[in-house]
């Protein structure tokens, strides 16, 4: 939480590239104390370190791809990021039972030096160029990313000229964010990151084991499929981003999240009822592979969203904002959910199953598409509002 915090200043003050090289190195060194731990202090350091640099890296990922990708494949490259941690917990679920677990640590740094190796044949996000003032370097990085023989300086004076009508009046303290003109990006921004762990993904993530065994499933073959069938649910999302928008998806995304929710509850109604163990077992089965195939088909819109609704001179301190109550609200609910199963099994998935049907209509609401649109554009929906 202590990373997401500050993520958005951290980026804001050394580059958006420089905060990811930040990034990997605190991460490298986590892994590190944890594989050559020689006590508990070494395991708690390790820890830390990577639940820093992991609230660092979620946000300032996806503004940096947000900011230097095209508007046309913008989302499905964001959402990319999602499908890298599907691929993560399938590896871990895989591997974790056979693997030790100081082996494991060692794994984990190699990606992390494989990002770090890559940032350095990558150029700095062109609209943090900008905001600092480079404009050889603006127009260098763009000219890199979008390929020499584009002609870049349409892009180039929409991305100044915007920068220059956004910072006629700077902002930089939490309490502005209140204003007016901002008001409806951070209700998307904000409601999404606050609404959204309430929908209980993290905290059924965390407890699937002790789910399944509750409701008389085969504890391995459960795990395993689930973890597995997250990953091409999470191409499918990356493939059809572009295609058919963030509000659609994200809509289709919370009903199969909601209806997996009521499946998994109603399985545990029939197990109250003393209904025969199979019916009940396999319904919640099939209802908590259903709820993590659009756990992980949309998990990654929220942060596309985020990096996309914000103007660039709140970004920073509203991402940030955004993306601290994200992680607050999951830790939250991963800890009570443990308090709320004991409750009743059944209850609680019905009370996340209704939390999605409030997402549906929080979306309907507020969200406006935002397929293939710049940033600048973007932009423009939220002045027109105010005018």
Known sequence: MLGAIISGKVADIIGRR???????????????????????????????????????????????????????IRGGFTMASQLMVCAG?????????????????????????????????????????????????????????????????????????????????????????????????VSIGVGLSFLLPWGGGNGVLLYASSIFDTAGCNVGIATTTMSFIQIPFSVLGVLLMDKFGRRPLLMVDLAGACLGGLL??????????????????????VGMQMFFAFFAFGAGLPFVIIAEVFPMNI????????????????????????????WSSAGAFFIFSIIYALLILFVLKMLPETKRKSLEEIQALWTQEVH
């Open 315 to 342: 970004k920073s301190t509203a991402g940030s904002l955004a993306a601290f109550i994200n992680y607050l609200n999951s830790w939250i609910v991963a800890y009570v959910f443990n308090f709320l199963f004991k």
């Open 264 to 285: 998994i509850g109603v399985g545990f109604l029939l197990q109250d009822l003393k209904l025969p163990v199979d019916l009940s077992a396999t319904t919640v089965f």
């Open 18 to 72: 420089g905060a990811l090289w930040f990034v990997e190195l605190l991460l490298i060194i986590g892994w590190l104390a944890i594989a050559f731990a020689k006590g508990v202090w070494w395991l708690i350091v390790g820890r830390l370190l990577l639940g820093f640099g992991t609230g660092v890296q979620t946000y300032v990922s996806i503004i940096y791809v947000a900011e230097t990708i095209p508007p046309n």
């Open 89 to 185: 917990i399938a590896v871990m679920f895989s591997f974790g039972n056979i693997i030790p677990w100081h082996f494991l640590a060692v794994i984990g740094t190699i990606p992390c030096i494989i990002q770090l190796i890559g940032l350095f044949f990558v150029p700095e996000s062109p609209r943090w160029l900008a905001n600092v003032g480079r404009q050889k370097e603006l127009e260098a990085s763009l000219q890199w990313l979008r390929g020499k023989e584009t002609d870049i300086s349409q892009e180039a004076a929409e991305i100044q000229d915007c920068n220059q009508s956004l910072y006629k009046q700077p902002i930089s303290r939490f309490q502005e964010l209140l204003e007016t003109r901002y008001a409806r990006p």
